[in-house]
């Protein structure tokens, strides 16, 4: 079995204002080679801080954590070959066209403009962005239509790891439905590994495999998505992953969403 | 590295000149408003030439210190162009949260700086010369002796320092988001004081002289004038072009070292994408 990215032991803290915030208590995660790993945790719990560590943004205090072998902290610039990241916030240059950013980031990739342009005529179709609105600055976008240009740039260096960080939240439902079948497309017609983050129970059942429930830094509970309902199933009748979240950390997702925004 | 890598790289630092480009494109209506405001600052400092013969009562050459004061200003504004766009790498991706994607992509950090700098010192050059056509316009320049050919060579030899400074100059936005964009402009002002852009060096107190020959900006300026209102050709130039040139090799390297540096402690931190 090969795994896209692995763990040991995973530490951050942070310093702010004289607070000590431990993000981070020790995560050891494996992610197996083509499958949706589902980091599943309320807001503040430690998803993003994760998925920056595994993106080369951020440098983790202590242990390590490997993608296809390679080292992140210390073989970054290899790493960066091989994933690429949809965030929460869309983030280009609000100003310029759809297409200006698609080629500055096929640009800092390395592709050439002609290979960049056959393939962002090609991904548009697939994630249905309007060819003649790629001329149009990102600013005039919807939220959904941005994350779909998001989504297109990622897709773009056709990466083997990609690091999906709540890419549906703040959507609007079908914007969100399209959204989701891109992701299972993308694992489907491209054989990519995808780490989702989210705290979207419904969409962690709806595209994992295999989930991670992480609370305070700390990995609670880990395995297949049917599996992890299987183990609570005698408690509770057609158990929801909301019920596995109570029954692993003692407290429901939104005192758990609650506490986190209290602390931080 | 590789054939296959050098190209990619080449590729990237394109992709940050068109980048650059575009969006100057896209905000033109402020472009041309600083524009305005640093056409107004050079034509003050040639007025301020114009006018010591009335106020001291001598007789100058007023020809030449209208032309002293807006080579000064106008490598200022040169110089300014040049921080502001360096600094902005960091400061103006933050705002637009395209830092992390910017940052987490392969390239070497040397090709990302080198190529923004490329970017600033090709859109620096072609602002100051239209300055200095819309300004000849307000006064009676004499340009008969100037060696343009040498003055566009003590530019060009000063940028490599110019970009290193640049580079560390980015450090100051990476390590505080909130106010590191401000202390570029004290670290500008700094340069400015000690570099001699509207007077001598020599009129400075020792100790400041001192500090002025660790300026590229001293030299720059000395070279230029001596090119402009002198008439002197590049060979001439020897006495300024050799710091030049050490300064370069040290300032370049230390940049492009200085900004790896602290984009570590920015990772090791989490300071990298907070917005100020």
Redesign the interface.
């Known amino acids: 079995m090969s795994y896209a990215l692995t763990t040991e032991n995973i530490k ?1 803290v ?1 310093k702010k204002n004289k607070k000590t915030i431990h993000a981070l208590k020790g995560i050891d995660l494996q992610i197996r080679e083509g499958e949706i790993y589902g980091l599943l945790g309320p807001n503040g719990s430690g998803k993003s ?1 994760f998925i ?1 560590i595994a ?5 983790p ?1 202590a242990g390590k954590i490997e993608i296809f072998g390679y080292d992140v902290v210390k073989k970054a ?1 290899k790493v ?2 091989l ?1 690429n ?1 949809v ?1 929460v ?1 869309a ?6 066209s759809a297409i ?1 950013n698609l ?10 403009k002609k290979e960049a342009l056959k393939k962002i005529y090609a991904i548009s179709e697939k994630v249905g962005l309007d060819k003649g609105r790629l001329h149009d ?1 990102l600013e005039d976008f919807s939220r959904g239509m941005q994350q779909k240009v998001a989504i297109a ?1 990622a897709f773009m260096t056709e990466p083997k790891l990609m690091l999906l960080d709540e890419p549906t939240t703040g959507l609007d439902p079908r914007a969100k439905r399209e959204v989701q079948s891109l992701i299972l497309h993308m694992k489907e017609k491209m054989g990519a590994t995808i780490l989702l983050t989210t705290h979207d129970m419904e969409e962690a059942e709806r595209l994992c495999d295999y989930v991670a429930i992480i609370h305070k830094g700390r990995i609670i509970v880990k395995g297949h998505t049917e599996k992890l309902k299987a183990m609570i199933a005698h408690k509770i009748k057609n158990p929801t992953f909301e019920d596995v979240f109570m029954e692993f950390t003692g407290v429901s997702f939104d005192e758990a969403e609650y506490e986190e925004a209290e602390s931080a | 590295m590789n054939t296959q890598g050098v190209v990619r790289e080449m590729r990237a630092s394109w992709a940050f000149i068109v980048r650059n480009f575009n969006l100057i494109k896209r905000y033109w209506k402020w472009e041309l408003v600083f524009f305005v405001y640093t056409i107004a600052n050079s034509i003050t400092m040639g007025f301020i030439g114009k006018g010591v013969e009335a106020f001291s009562g001598a007789e100058l050459d007023t020809s030449y210190l209208i032309l002293y004061m807006l080579l000064g200003s106008i490598l200022w504004g040169y110089l300014s162009i040049l921080f502001e766009i360096v600094a902005e790498t960091v400061a103006w991706e933050r705002w637009e949260e395209t830092i992390e994607y910017t940052f987490m992509a392969p390239i070497k950090r040397a090709t990302h700086l080198l190529s923004v700098c490329g970017f600033a010192i090709l859109y620096g050059i072609l602002r100051a010369g239209l300055i200095l056509l819309v300004v000849s316009a307000f006064f009676d320049l004499d340009l008969s002796k100037a060696n343009v050919l040498s003055a566009t060579g003590i530019l060009a030899v000063a940028s490599f320092s110019f970009i290193g400074l640049g580079m560390v100059a980015a450090i100051l936005p990476l390590i505080s988001p909130e106010k590191g964009v401000q202390v570029v402009h004290i670290f500008q002002a700094l340069l400015l004081m000690f570099s001699g852009v509207y007077y001598e060096i020599t009129v400075l107190p020792q100790w400041m002289q001192n500090v002025a020959k660790f300026s590229p900006a001293t030299y720059a300026l000395k070279g230029m004038r001596s090119a402009i209102l002198d008439g002197k050709g590049f060979s001439e130039l020897w006495s300024q072009i050799w710091p030049l040139l050490i300064l370069g090799l040290f300032l370049l390297p230390a940049g492009i070292y200085f900004f790896q540096l602290m984009e570590q402690w920015a990772k090791k931190r989490g300071v990298l994408k907070r917005s100020g």
Request: net charge positive; no cysteine; glycine share 6%.
């Open positions: 951050k942070f801080t920056r993106s080369t943004l951020l440098i205090d610039s960066q070959r994933i990241r965030s916030e983030s280009f240059f609000r100003k310029l200006e080629l500055f980031a096929a640009g800092i990739h390395g592709i050439s600055p740039r």
